[in-house]
């Protein structure tokens, strides 16, 4: 399962009447395995959906959760790994998370999420801002507020962090709100429905994105070939410029020149971030050739042949090495040892 915020809010949608409860990591110090910002949630039958840590916590905040429900009320909790020899809860990162457990109810119009939910679905970016209670406030006194970029004077893209709201350059110490960044989920067109691309579009779909499987020819892109993923099937001369625009990239591999040529041609036109072509560079060249485009056409990395450096030959291998570079595209990664990025 995804644990992309747009699919935890999706499964929450489907019962939201239910006495969930929302944790929200509201402050980090040191080291860990999610930042500030990072939600989960927690049914009243045991169920939870998404992670705040790499397993380290969240049986331990489900016991808070049901305390939470219980008594209706936010919950404040603090988990602190800086002395190693504490070994309550089994951190391997060394920090200390701070967590504020929310019970969402009819009465604090479930925190907004239905909202949240609307905007992320329809393709827009907003900001989602907690107001931080003090402990045990009562679940009426909840407040959220769902607001959009523009509103907040400026964008939202994969870099963007949660923070504390500031009044007069300083944080508000008697209403501090977070404020979540939260983008929906990238949206990929893979060109061509062949064996190969079931690897990419699985992987792809692991990592919470939205994938449209695009071929004209009558016996590729099927839909049990590709469950979960939309299919689009029409002649390339009939894909618009608005249609394409709502990708974020693309991935072409028809493994036929003429389709790949047609692909590229109509990508062009856009600004998609990352566009892979697959095959060698000879094939490349003719592939543009084709399409009468050249590689200064394209807006964002067109990578061919497509992907990183990662050995191996298999389809599973392939579409590794293409979507690992298509993730540190779109999240304007440098594409280096972690060992060599400041942190």
């Not at 990578?303 to 298999?314: H, V």
């Amino acid at each position: 399962m995804s644990h992309h915020i747009e699919a935890l809010l999706s499964e929450w949608q489907a019962s939201p009447e239910d006495d969930w409860v929302l944790a929200v990591i509201t402050k980090v110090q040191g080291s860990a395995y999610r930042k500030a910002g990072a939600i989960m949630l927690f049914h009243p039958l045991g169920k939870s959906i998404g992670l705040v840590s790499g397993g380290c916590l969240e049986a331990d905040l489900k016991r808070y959760a049901q305390r939470a429900i219980q008594y209706d009320t936010s919950i404040k909790v603090i988990y602190d790994a800086s002395d190693e020899s504490d070994a309550s809860y089994q951190l391997g990162c060394g920090g200390i998370v701070e967590l504020i457990l929310f019970p969402l109810t009819h009465r604090n119009q479930y925190l907004q999420l239905h909202c949240l939910l609307e905007y992320l679905n329809s393709g827009s970016s907003a900001f989602y801002e907690l107001e931080l209670p003090i402990q045990n406030t009562n679940s009426r006194d909840l407040v959220a507020r769902v607001i959009a970029p523009e509103a907040m004077g400026y964008q939202i893209d994969s870099t963007t962090k949660a923070t504390l709201s500031l009044q007069n350059g300083k944080t508000d110490a008697l209403h501090p709100r977070l404020i979540i960044p939260c983008l929906p989920r990238f949206h990929i067109a893979v060109f061509g429905g062949g064996l190969d691309a079931q690897p990419v579009v699985k992987i792809a779909q692991e990592l919470g994105w939205h994938i449209t499987v695009i071929d004209e020819r009558a016996s590729f892109a099927r839909h049990y070939d590709f469950p979960g993923a939309s299919i689009l099937k029409k002649p390339y001369s009939q894909l618009t410029t608005s249609l394409l625009s709502q990708f974020d990239a693309a991935i072409v591999m028809h493994h036929n020149l003429d389709l790949d040529a047609k692909a590229l041609q109509a990508v062009s036109l856009t600004k998609l971030h990352y566009v892979a072509l697959l095959g060698p560079p000879h094939r490349r060249d003719k592939v543009l050739d084709r399409a009468g485009i050249k590689v200064s056409d394209f807006y964002g990395v067109f990578s061919a042949p497509a992907g990183l450096a990662l050995g191996g030959e298999l389809p599973e291998s392939i579409a590794l090495s293409i979507l690992a570079q298509c993730h540190g595209v779109l999240h304007q990664a440098r594409l280096l040892p972690l060992d060599k990025v400041a942190t």
